[in-house]
Nanobody, 126 residues
Framework: VQLQASGGGWVQPGGSLRLSCAPS????????VGWFRRAPGKQREFVGA????????YYADSVRGRFTITRDNGKNTVYLQMNNLKPEDTAVYYC????????????????????WGQGTQVTVSS
């Protein structure tokens, strides 16, 4: 299983970007797909997750209301729509796939996820 994250780039504060996560070798289906980010000098941070079995997304407090996770079943792709971006959103963003069925409290834990994409850089600056 490989995950391909794409869509990063540079954007000014207040701008938007949409990241994509597409797997090879597996269908997202009912699985949980997580988004994480790592800013320079900081630990990896949970951004949000999408639980396919419930068609429900969950978000970290830092991004709730600005970021939206959706899934396109036809394209077997999960998206992270990021609006009203701030300089503190600058980081390498990773998507990850869990092969188990984690409970809600486990979604922010990187150990929950078994497969990781290579990351895509998002830079927010003026």
């Amino acid at each position: 299983v490989q995950l391909q994250a794409s869509g990063g780039g540079w954007v000014q504060p207040g701008g938007s970007l949409r990241l994509s996560c597409a797997p090879s070798g597996v269908t997202f289906g009912s699985r949980v797909v997580g988004w994480f980010r790592r800013a320079p000098g900081k630990q990896r941070e949970f951004v949000g997750a999408f639980r396919g079995s419930l068609n429900t997304a969950y978000y970290a407090d830092s991004v709730r209301g600005r970021f939206t996770i959706t899934r396109d079943n036809g394209k077997n792709t999960v998206y992270l729509q990021m609006n009203n971006l701030k300089p503190e959103d600058t980081a390498v963003y990773y998507c990850a796939l869990a092969t188990s069925r984690p409970i809600l409290s486990m979604l922010p834990d990187p150990e929950t996820y078994h497969y990781w994409g290579q990351g895509t850089q998002v830079t927010v600056s003026s």
